[in-house]
């Protein structure tokens, strides 16, 4: 009987994680399509990047609904949901794969007693976090290399940012903003529909972070 519900318990955290990527998902898709340009670009990436990670909480045995809302997440995406399955006999490597995602899923809740302005500030922070995740993340960083890869003092010794939290706080300070997503809005508006086009290409990854850096070379 433990083990029975052991396997349970396992199962709904990640149905629960699989339908909090789905819902943050499908309202940032609906934000991209009441948006336009350049922002309606950041919503549909980050709508891409939950889908992604919802497709990677199911397993090959799962019947998926035809007209749920990962289906139309799915097909917005072109994303193959066998190409992301997990059989339940999975290496080690693959279950803490599913662990992370399930607690990541859980940081998309804001804290049950948060203001409104808790709410977004701990949103815009989350979806932050699923850009810089994205190829359209390893720009960002490309371009800012010269801001987090120098190393710092403290109390007199010599240190090198190796964190992301220690990256992200030190491209802050130095764009002097408060949040990432801030920093994102920065660059969104110096380079416009570039920031966020064709995640995927090389040429793209080479020409943004580029322009980043020329922009870091220039202020």
Do not use: C
């Not at 939950?50 to 909480?57: E, F, I, S, V």
């Not at 990432?180 to 064709?198: H, K, N, P, R, T």
């Amino acid at each position: 009987m433990p083990k029975k519900r052991t396997r349970e318990a396992r199962s709904d955290d990640t149905y629960n994680a699989r339908r909090r990527f789905i819902r943050r998902a499908m309202s940032a898709l609906n934000k991209s399509k009441d948006t336009v340009g350049v922002t309606s670009d950041r919503y549909r990436l980050i709508a891409q990047e939950y889908t992604l990670k919802a497709a990677n909480l199911y397993e090959r045995s799962a019947n998926i609904k035809r007209k749920g809302d990962f289906d139309v997440l799915a097909r917005e995406f072109n994303v193959n949901v066998k190409e992301f399955t997990l059989d339940r006999d999975t290496s080690e490597k693959e279950k803490e794969k599913r662990r992370t995602l399930v607690e990541e899923s859980k940081q998309l809740v804001a804290p049950e007693h948060a203001t409104k302005e808790e709410r977004t500030a701990h949103r815009r922070e989350q979806e932050a976090r699923a850009i810089l995740n994205s190829p359209v993340g390893s720009r960002i960083y490309a371009g800012t290399v010269d801001i987090w890869a120098t190393p710092k003092f403290e109390n007199g010794e010599l240190k090198m940012r190796k964190s992301q939290e220690d990256i992200n706080a030190s491209i802050m300070d130095y764009y002097g903003v408060s949040s990432m997503m801030d920093v994102i809005e920065l660059l969104q508006s110096q380079l416009g529909d570039a920031l966020f086009a064709d995640p995927e290409s090389v040429e793209k990854y080479d020409l943004v972070s580029l322009s980043i850096t020329k922009g870091l070379m220039n202020a």
